[in-house]
C-alpha cells in the first residue's frame, strides 16, 4: 500500500491510528543520609549524569526518595523498604552508613555507592578494579585527608596552641579520621581536643568547650550531617572566631573559611553515570570503583578579614580558588 492511500484510509476510519509505544518507566531507588533541601544541587548532578546515559525523570524514569536527614538509626529501615520495592538500583549516598544499610538490606539489587572510606575493607566490594558483588560506586577517600586538613590550617601561623577535631560519633568511620588527625597533630607537634556532636542540639556545647581548651583552629570531619547543617556551623566558627577548615568547597561558598577535598558535585555525577550502565544492563561487580582525580583547595579571604587573619602568599598560591 502506498503511503498516500494508507493516509487516506486513515482518515476515513478505515483503519485505526498508529499507536506509539510508550518508554519503559524505569525505578530508581535513592537512599540518603542527608536532606533533600540541602543535596539539591548534587541531586541534581545524579540526575543530569542520568539524562546523559538516557534515563530521563518524568519520560522514562521514576525515583523513589529516601532521605534520613541527619538520623543514620533509619538508614536500615529506609534501605529494606526500597529493596522491598524491587526498585532497579538503589543509589547509597551520603556516606558510608547508607552503604552499609543498602549493602545489608540487599544481596540482589545494585548498588551505587558515594562513600568517603576504602569499600574493600568495609567488605563493600571484593577489589576496587572488580568489585564483583552487587555493588561499586564512588570512593571519595576522605579519611586519609583529615591529616592533611590539619596541616594546612596550621599553616595560618596561629601559634603553638591546642588544635581541635570536631567529629560525629554516629558516623561509623570517625575512629579513623580521629587516629589520621592525632598523627598529623603528633608530627606537628600539637596537641589535638576531639568534640563531639551528633545532633543540632550539642553543637553549642562543643564548641564552648573549644572555647575553654583554648583551641586555635578546627577540624570539621567530612560528615553528612555536618554537610547538612554546614551554615550553621560556619556562623558557629565566625561567631566564636575560629578559623577552621571544611572537606568540600560548599562549605567556604556560605563563609567558610578555608576547604580542601575532592568535588562532591563531581562525585555525584560520576555516580549517576555508574546507575546509568547499571539501568542499560552492567553488573555492578564488574564495574570499577571509581576515585576523585581533582582535589579543590578554597580560601575566602572575606572570612580571613573578618577573623583578622592574613593568608600566607604560599599558601593563597597553592588555592585553587580564591573567595573574595
Not at 217 to 241: G, K, N
Amino acid at each position: 500500500m502506498r503511503r498516500r492511500d494508507f493516509v487516506a484510509l486513515v482518515a476515513a476510519g478505515a483503519l485505526p491510528l498508529p499507536v506509539r509505544a510508550q518508554p519503559e518507566m524505569v525505578v530508581a531507588g535513592f537512599l540518603s543520609a542527608r536532606s533533600p533541601h540541602e543535596a539539591g544541587a548534587h541531586t541534581t548532578a545524579f540526575l543530569r549524569a542520568l539524562a546523559e546515559a538516557g534515563y530521563v525523570l518524568g519520560r522514562n524514569l521514576t525515583v523513589e526518595y529516601r532521605w534520613a536527614e541527619g538520623h543514620y538509626d533509619l538508614l536500615p529501615a529506609l534501605a529494606s523498604d526500597l529493596a522491598q520495592k524491587k526498585v532497579a538500583l538503589i543509589a547509597a549516598v551520603g556516606g558510608i552508613n547508607s552503604a552499609l544499610a543498602a549493602k545489608a538490606a540487599t544481596s540482589t539489587t545494585p548498588i551505587v555507592f558515594i562513600i568517603g572510606d576504602d569499600p574493600v575493607s568495609l567488605g563493600l566490594v571484593e577489589s576496587m578494579n572488580r568489585p564483583g558483588s552487587n555493588a561499586t560506586g564512588v570512593s571519595l577517600i576522605t579519611v586519609a585527608l583529615s591529616g592533611k586538613r590539619l596541616e594546612l590550617i596550621c599553616e595560618l601561623s596561629l601559634g603553638s596552641g591546642p588544635v581541635a577535631l570536631l567529629v560525629n560519633p554516629a558516623n561509623s568511620n570517625t575512629a579513623a579520621h580521629v587516629d589520621d588527625a592525632r598523627r598529623a597533630a603528633s608530627a606537628l607537634e600539637r596537641q589535638l581536643s576531639v568534640v563531639a556532636a551528633s545532633a543540632e542540639t550539642e553543637f553549642e556545647a562543643a564548641f564552648k568547650k573549644l572555647g575553654a581548651d583554648g583551641v586555635q583552629a578546627l577540624v570539621i570531619q567530612p560528615e553528612p550531617f555536618f554537610d547538612s547543617q554546614r551554615e550553621r556551623l560556619v556562623a558557629m566558627t565566625e561567631h566564636y572566631r575560629l578559623p577552621a577548615i571544611y572537606h568540600i568547597r560548599e562549605f567556604s561558598q556560605v563563609g567558610g573559611l578555608m576547604s580542601y577535598g575532592p568535588s562532591l558535585l563531581d562525585a555525584y555525577y560520576q555516580a549517576g553515570l555508574q546507575a546509568g550502565r547499571v539501568l542499560k544492563g552492567e553488573k555492578p561487580g564488574n564495574l570499577p570503583v571509581v576515585q576523585p582525580t581533582k582535589f579543590e583547595f578554597v580560601i575566602n579571604l572575606k572570612t580571613a578579614k573578618a577573623l583578622g587573619l592574613t593568608i600566607p602568599p604560599t599558601l593563597l598560591a597553592r588555592a585553587d580558588e580564591v573567595i573574595e
